[in-house]
C-alpha cells in the first residue's frame, strides 16, 4: 500500500509558478511510476505528467508541455510538478498517482487514470487573470 500526500498549491496571478510536492510512504516509492493528473470543476479527471521510476522517462499532455516539469527525488519519497507561466485554464485540483507499472513506466495508456492504483487527495491550484 502506498499513501500520497500532496502540497503546494495556492492562488497566483497567471504567468506566475508553482511548484507542487506529492510525499509518498507505505511501499517502495522508488519502483513505482508516478503522475500528475487535474481536475477542473464541471470537467474529468484530466493527465498532466507522468515520471517513471528511474526518472528517466517523462511524457506530458499538449497542453503543459514547455511550461510544467515533473521531477522526482526517490531518497525523499517525493515527486515534484514544477509549475511555470500558469494560465487561468490551468486552474484545476492536482492530483498525485502511483502505480507499479511494468517496471516502473507504462509503455501503454499511460495517461489513463484507471492505470493508476494509488491517488492523494488532491491540492488546489488557482489562477487569476
Known amino acids: 500500500q502506498v499513501q500520497l500526500v500532496e502540497s503546494g498549491g495556492g492562488l497566483v496571478q497567471a504567468g506566475s509558478s508553482l511548484r507542487l510536492s506529492c510525499t509518498a510512504s507505505?511501499?517502495?516509492?522508488?519502483?513505482?511510476?508516478m503522475a500528475w493528473f487535474r481536475q477542473a470543476p464541471g470537467k474529468e479527471r484530466e493527465f498532466v505528467a507522468t515520471?517513471?521510476?528511474?526518472?528517466?522517462?517523462?511524457d506530458y499532455a499538449d497542453s503543459v508541455k514547455g511550461r510544467f516539469t515533473i521531477s522526482r527525488d526517490n531518497a525523499k519519497n517525493t515527486m515534484y510538478l514544477q509549475m511555470n507561466s500558469l494560465k487561468p485554464e490551468d486552474r484545476a485540483v492536482y492530483y498525485c498517482?502511483?502505480?507499479?507499472?511494468?517496471?516502473?513506466?507504462?509503455?501503454?495508456?499511460?495517461?489513463?487514470?484507471?492505470?493508476?492504483?494509488?491517488w492523494g487527495q488532491g491540492t488546489q491550484v488557482i489562477v487569476s487573470s
Open positions: 498517482a502511483a502505480d507499479e507499472g511494468l517496471n516502473g513506466w507504462l509503455p501503454m495508456r499511460r495517461g489513463t487514470p484507471g492505470e493508476y492504483s494509488y
Open positions: 507505505g511501499r517502495s516509492f522508488s519502483s513505482y511510476v
Open positions: 515520471i517513471s521510476w528511474t526518472g528517466s522517462n517523462t
